[in-house]
Structure formats: structure tokens, C-alpha cells
């Protein structure tokens, strides 16, 4: 096996696939009703660090390509830390984490897009003081109009990535069991 071929998934115990799906059903029901989860905690913790993190980069004046970067890192650590674990679980070929995460990643997305439309109306609480992330950026890039319009769409993304995340854990997770049958069921 040359290093870019990757192994067959790990199979997904039923009981763990079963266990699975009904987390993800009753959490996307959660989603549809609430404005903020309680995964959103962590993520939000996640977003805080990233500012620091991208900002030893920034100009002590608030301007330039470092400034920007520190505002946009704690979305950007939000994002990146669930595909990096993602990534991890992928090449383990593990099913259950490789989803778990990939769900993580887009359910970031809602939350996100939540705090993109508020840009203009800034009428969410916010951690620290000051501006929101949003409404610094919209405002640099000239797309503060459009505050909602990106911020529904970044919903919608997110909506479509943590279906898609579930459908293929499903996926994965029967469609393994039916090869390992059906290779177990052929004669010698």
C-alpha cells in the first residue's frame, strides 16, 4: 500500500450507529428550535482563543491584513479545529469520529451565520467589547448591506452540511455491514 491509498473504513457497531443517529436526530431538533446550542459553548470558547491566536499578526493600530486576520481568526479557529479532527479520524478511517466532526464543522455554520446577519443591528450580546467580528469586517469589505443575506446562507450551508454529515454516517454505517455480509456470505 503506497502512502496515498487509504484503507477500508472500520465497521460501525449497530448499537453505536443506532446510538449515533438518534443523537444527531434529537440534536438537530434542539438546532431547529434554539438559537444557541450547547455544543455552541465550546465552539464559542474555540472562537475566542482563535483571536489571540491569529493575532500576533495584528498592527496595535487596527489596520492592515494582520488586524483582519486576528478579527476573522476566531472564526477561523471555530472552523478549523473540527476539520482538523475530522482529518484525523479520516485517515484512521474511523466512520462514527470522522462524522461526528464533520457534523462539529457545519453545525459552527448556524451560529456563524447568526452573527453574520446581526452585523448591522449588533443586538446580540457579544463576549467582549466592542464591535462584533461581523460588523468589522462587513464594514472593511463593504458588505455591510448584505449582512443578512450572507448570514442566511452560511445558515443554510451549515443546515446542508450537518444533513449531508448524518446521511453519510448512515451511509457508511449500513452500507459496511451489507459488504461485510455479503463478502462473508460468498463461498471459497
Not at 438559537?35 to 465552539?43: A, H, K, P, S
Not at 464559542?44 to 493575532?55: C, R, T
Not at 443591528?121 to 462587513?138: C, E, K, Q, Y
Not at 449531508?164 to 457508511?172: K, Y
Request: some cysteine; proline content about 4%.
Amino acid at each position: 500500500m503506497t502512502i496515498f491509498e487509504l484503507e477500508e473504513w472500520q465497521p460501525v457497531p449497530r448499537p453505536v450507529a443506532i446510538i449515533a443517529l438518534v443523537f444527531y436526530g434529537l440534536f438537530l431538533l434542539h438546532a431547529a428550535t434554539s438559537r444557541f446550542l450547547i455544543l455552541d459553548w465550546v465552539n464559542l470558547m474555540i472562537h475566542e482563543a482563535g483571536h489571540p491566536l491569529f493575532g500576533f499578526l495584528a498592527d496595535e493600530n487596527q489596520v492592515g491584513f494582520g488586524y483582519t486576520l486576528m478579527v476573522l481568526g476566531g472564526t477561523l479557529f471555530e472552523l478549523m479545529v473540527p476539520l482538523v479532527c475530522a482529518a484525523y479520524f479520516f485517515f484512521r478511517r474511523e466512520v462514527t469520529g470522522t462524522a461526528f466532526c464533520a457534523f462539529w464543522f457545519f453545525e459552527n455554520f448556524p451560529y456563524i451565520g447568526t452573527y453574520m446577519a446581526d452585523a448591522r443591528t449588533a443586538s446580540l450580546p457579544l463576549v467582549g467589547s466592542g464591535d462584533s467580528d461581523w460588523t468589522v469586517l462587513f464594514t472593511q469589505w463593504n458588505l455591510m448591506l448584505r449582512d443578512q443575506q450572507i448570514g442566511r446562507a452560511v445558515t443554510v450551508i451549515g443546515w446542508i452540511g450537518m444533513l449531508a454529515s448524518v446521511v453519510w454516517f448512515t451511509w457508511r454505517s449500513w452500507s459496511a455491514k451489507r459488504i461485510n455480509s455479503d463478502r462473508l456470505s460468498q463461498p471459497c
